[in-house]
């Protein structure tokens, strides 16, 4: 049974076009994020949802938009594509934000390739 | 600003030798620090914490020391082995989890 499952694994699209990306947890866990993973590998916070409600928004595009439509579920849309969007998303989610020091649990990540 | 540091971006050794992989932060003074695996193609996976009061924390073969007068955290891996070949994060609160750049572990037997 995966914890943290995102769909799709793999995602090949041309620029301009809107996507999204589905994450779902079975954790019971009351946070989930979304990190990028670029060329370099860097692993970079980008959004954190804690009880639906968006409470970590680093200094993405508004391209970028997080939906949780309930506690299980922190889907990312994105629109207008670009090239330099082309990474690895990885979804994770957490007991809580940070203050316990839980770790986190982590997707198998989404690769994004925009041509 | 904060910044998160692991030294080495690859770090080669031989089979049943110890790996030290190094982990330092500036600018912060972190409760605690936590270290994570992550395999090609995979998420990482959360190994150890290590809290601000705790000078050492072990499991298995893994042991974490945490110094932070230095700012700096240490991760051992004793009796390496070619599975232990991976690239391992270290990752400290700040607000949510931010993560090192990583060190990538090359075990050969």
């Known amino acids: 049974d995966t914890a943290v499952s995102q769909t799709p694994k793999y995602l090949v699209t041309q620029m301009g076009n809107d996507k999204s990306i589905k994450c779902e947890q079975n954790?019971?866990?009351?946070?989930m994020y979304w990190y990028k993973q670029d060329s370099k590998k860097f692993l970079k916070i980008m959004f954190s949802?804690?009880?639906?409600?968006?409470?970590i928004n680093e200094t993405v595009p508004n391209r970028f938009s997080p939906k949780s439509p309930d506690k299980a579920h922190l889907n990312l849309h994105i629109n207008s594509l670009e090239l330099g969007d082309s990474a690895v998303y990885f979804c994770a989610s957490s007991q809580d934000l940070g203050t316990g020091g839980y770790g986190y649990t982590f997707g198998s990540g989404t690769r994004l390739t925009v041509v | 600003s904060q910044k998160i540091e692991q030294n080495s971006e690859a770090l080669n050794i031989q089979e049943g030798k110890t790996a030290t992989l190094t982990c330092n932060y500036t600018?912060?003074?972190?409760?605690?620090l936590q270290w994570y695996r992550q395999d090609p193609g995979r998420g990482p996976v959360f190994l150890l914490l290590i809290r601000e009061n705790e000078k050492e924390k072990r499991k298995e073969r893994l042991k974490v020391t945490f110094d932070t007068t230095l700012k700096q955290s240490l991760f051992h891996i004793t009796a390496s082995q070619p599975a232990d070949s991976a690239t391992y994060l270290c990752?400290?609160?700040?607000?949510?989890?931010?993560f090192g750049a990583g060190t990538r572990l090359t075990v050969k037997p």
């Open positions: 954790l019971g866990h009351d946070t």
């Open positions: 990752a400290l609160p700040l607000g949510d989890m931010r």
């Open positions: 949802y804690n009880n639906k409600e968006l409470i």
């Open positions: 600018n912060y003074s972190p409760a605690y």
